[in-house]
């Protein structure tokens, strides 16, 4: 009987090799659709985020919504604005350590500024499992939302819901 330890499997062939393109997995980048606070890339900066390739985007047939937080729903015809970030594995898990209330869901998005190529974007967002709608508003988050979205230069009516 063989007996499998921690150094047989370091010392297995291909095992340096394997744990190596893990490691380089997880500083892989990937496109993140935002629409709530983490728009703005200072903030992200301050979480210990390097938000890469900063792109605005809008996401088709969705709007954001404002209540306690930002949230992205269904709705048809509509647009939900944001930006797009290329961020790492580890970078996402530390931006949503603690936070079970959301979960990734991959989105397409359209590139809004018009010297840039207007192909789709595969990306994902974090979005509630729950959607509080009927949270109750919070007049500073949702000004801050709003002076970011003015800042970023998105339309007015870049959301629905709280005022």
Partial sequence: MTTITESTCRDFPGATQRN??????QEHTFDV??????????LLSSKGVVPRDPRAALVEDHVVIL???AMLLRSHGGRAYGMLFRLTHREMDTL?????????EPF?????NADEDARPVA???MVHRDPPVDSNHD???CTRWK????QLGFPDGASTGAD
Avoid at 20 to 25: G, L, M, P
């Fill in 147 to 150: 002076n970011l979205v003015r």
């Fill in 67 to 69: 209540g306690a937080k």
């Fill in 108 to 112: 397409t998005a359209i590139l809004v």
């Fill in 139 to 141: 007049p500073a988050y």
């Fill in 96 to 104: 949503y350590a603690g936070l079970h209330d959301y979960r990734p």
């Fill in 20 to 25: 190596a393109a893990i490691s380089k997995a």
């Fill in 123 to 125: 990306a994902i967002s």
């Fill in 33 to 42: 659709f935002f629409y709530g606070l983490n728009m703005d890339a200072e």
